[in-house]
T-cell receptor
């Protein structure tokens, strides 16, 4: 079956602009996670959805970052007033139920570059 | 602050040797432990998961967990050049539904 998909694969934007990153999880997976990975670092948690609701948004760095999952499937990560420090690979993962023993399957990521 | 520590490497081993990757974590309440492999420019891929103290074997891979020492390791037997990648240790620090805390990863290079 299809894995986690993310679009776009690459996004270049200018400082101060608004961007949206999309994640389409594996069909039937209720849990969806957003992580951010900078060069030479491991993925860093941003936000976790269980169904349509954000179960844990403690990883969002500030109020410029926001994410939605209105129908419990596709999710969009939104970044306002982008800064150069936002440049990273944004990874989306999904799992069947979100239980601690679930495997999280990662998408290919969106590489965001803020000039 | 929940932390997961790994030696960044690179760890170089000859083909056919055993590669040993180590990870320590700070949250004693951590419940689940995962090893992901990440090839350059690609996304993480799950290699092993372990939840109880002791060893868990899957093919050439063995995960070892010692909760008392807050230590988890991954052994790769008969290392192949195709094993060359960054190995990420990830810990689920709470019971119930939870995101993962990742280490920075150890870069492994298997020399033919």
């Amino acid at each position: 079956g299809a894995g986690v998909s993310q679009t776009p694969s690459n996004k270049v934007t200018e400082k101060g602009k608004y961007v949206e990153l999309r994640c389409d999880p594996i069909s039937g997976h209720t849990a969806l996670y957003w992580y951010r990975q900078s060069l030479g670092q491991g993925p860093e948690f941003l936000i976790y959805f269980q169904g349509t609701g954000a179960a844990d948004d403690s990883g969002l760095p500030n109020d410029r970052f926001f994410a939605v999952r209105p129908e419990g499937s596709v999710s969009t990560l939104k970044i306002q007033r982008t800064e150069r420090g936002d440049s990273a690979v944004y990874l989306c993962a999904s799992s069947v139920t979100g239980a601690r023993t679930d495997t999280q399957y990662f998408g290919p990521g969106t590489r965001l570059t803020v000039l | 602050q929940k932390e997961v520590e790994q030696n960044s490497g690179p760890l170089s081993v000859p083909e056919g040797a055993i590669a040993s990757l180590n990870c320590t974590y700070s949250d004693r309440g951590s419940q689940s432990f995962f090893w992901y492999r990440q090839y350059s420019g690609k996304s993480p891929e799950l290699i092993m998961s372990i939840y109880s103290n002791g060893d868990k074997e899957d093919g050439r891979f063995t995960a070892q967990l010692n909760k008392a020492s807050q230590y988890v390791s991954l052994l790769i037997r008969d290392s192949q050049p195709s094993d060359s990648a960054t190995y990420l240790c990830a810990v689920s620090p709470y019971s119930g539904n939870t995101p993962l805390v990742f280490g920075k990863g150890t870069r492994l290079s298997v020399i033919a």
